[in-house]
Structure formats: structure tokens, C-alpha cells
């Protein structure tokens, strides 16, 4: 399975710009995509084939990178961005998510 | 819109079984599949596998092949999950989310596997 690798926590200041990384074992083309959870909530879509922001997703919100190597991007952090966030590929089967970013703000 | 409603919290022993449902409104339910993936608590998401609504046909990720058994209500455009001979381990919350892309999610349900 493609095995998908974020950094566990981020500690960042509303209005600060915040990159959350992603990075897969092997490539995944452009078939990556970002979720957020909000404590107790189901995830949401926020970034679709790495770029393309989902409809009603705020234009803070920018995804980036191909192949391995994948950015999701919010600039400025609002306090409301406070949540964990998952990257998942669905170039290769089985689909899998990354282990999840946790965004708090200071 | 896509909405997905799933049923309420569950309590269950070990060795029981337990039946989670999802009722999708909003589109045409046959033409997209559904996800179900686990949280457990505290954890990430783990995909558990889908279910072709227009043919039934389910296709389970390889840690989830044998008591978890997905199924279909598709006159009432509801998605089922049965999970028999509950284990402590199954303690989790069990979402469903539809294809493509895990565009839309249900609320989760939560089950609780105690003695």
C-alpha cells in the first residue's frame, strides 16, 4: 500500500501563512487530496487532485506539488482553521490517508 | 446538496454483532459508490473499503475481509455496515463517505465494544 507521511502537529499564530506537507512512498501522479476534521465532526474535502479547491473552501486554502511531494497551504490562519488535517491518494489501490496534521493556533 | 445520515451510537458486547446504516439523499444513490473508513479513537482514518450501489458488489480492504460484511438497502438509498463477532479492537467510529473522492461524509456512529 502507499504509505503516506505528514508531520504530526503545528503550532502556528492567526495571520500567519501555515504549509502542511505530505509525502508518499511512491508516486501518486496528481491524485492527492487534502481533508480537515474538526474535533468531534466528520472530515471534510477541502483540496481535490492536489490544486482544486472544493466548492464553499475558502480561497485561503491552495494545495500544491505532484509525483511524492505535497503542500497544503493556508495563508492567513484563521482561529477557526483549528483542526486536523489528512492528506489521501487514490492514484494507487487500496486509497490511504496520511496519519494526519494537527493545526493548533497559539 | 450530498447528505449522509448515519444512525446513533451503539453499545455492544464482544462476540456481538452490530448493523451501522447510511441514507444518502441529494443525488441519485446508484450512481456513485460508497466508502465506509474507521477512526479509532484518537487515531487517523483507516479505509475499510466500498460498495458499488448500482451492482452490490463490495470490495473490502485486506484488514477488514471477514466479519465486516457491507449491503445494500437501495430502495430506501441506504448503505449498511454489519460488523459480526465484535472484538475490543472494533471500538472506533465508522464513517461512510461517497465516491468519488470522499466527496461527502456522514456524521459517524460510534461504537463502544464493552463487557
Known amino acids: 500500500d502507499t504509505v503516506l507521511t505528514q508531520s504530526p502537529a503545528l503550532a502556528v499564530s492567526p495571520g500567519e501563512r501555515v504549509t502542511i506537507s505530505c509525502r508518499a512512498s511512491?508516486?501518486?501522479?496528481?491524485?492527492m487530496h487534502w481533508y480537515q476534521q474538526k474535533p468531534g465532526q466528520q472530515p471534510t474535502l477541502l483540496i481535490y487532485?492536489?490544486?482544486n479547491l472544493e466548492s464553499g473552501v475558502p480561497a485561503r486554502f491552495s494545495g500544491s506539488g505532484s509525483g511524492t511531494d505535497f503542500t497544503l497551504t493556508i495563508d492567513p490562519v484563521e482561529a477557526d482553521d483549528t483542526a486536523t488535517y489528512y492528506c489521501?491518494?487514490?492514484?494507487?489501490?487500496?486509497?490511504?490517508f496520511g496519519g494526519g496534521t494537527k493545526l493548533e493556533l497559539k | 446538496q450530498i447528505q449522509l445520515v448515519q444512525s446513533g451510537p451503539e453499545l455492544k458486547k464482544p462476540g456481538e454483532s452490530v448493523k451501522i446504516s447510511c441514507k444518502a439523499s441529494?443525488?441519485?444513490?446508484?450512481?456513485?459508490?460508497m466508502y465506509w473508513v474507521k477512526q479509532a479513537p484518537g487515531q487517523g482514518l483507516q479505509y475499510m473499503g466500498w460498495i458499488n450501489t448500482e451492482t452490490g458488489k463490495p470490495t473490502y480492504a485486506d484488514d477488514f475481509k471477514g466479519r465486516f460484511v457491507f449491503f445494500l438497502e437501495t430502495s430506501a438509498s441506504t448503505a449498511y455496515l454489519q460488523i459480526n463477532n465484535l472484538k475490543n479492537e472494533d471500538m472506533a467510529t465508522y464513517f461512510c463517505?461517497?465516491?468519488?473522492?470522499?466527496?461527502?461524509w456522514g456524521q459517524g456512529v460510534m461504537v463502544t465494544v464493552s463487557s
Open positions: 487532485l492536489a490544486s
Open positions: 489521501q491518494q487514490s492514484w494507487n489501490d487500496p486509497p490511504t
Open positions: 441529494g443525488y441519485t444513490f446508484t450512481n456513485y459508490g
Open positions: 463517505a461517497r465516491r468519488p473522492l470522499f466527496m461527502g
Open positions: 511512491e508516486s501518486v501522479s496528481t491524485l
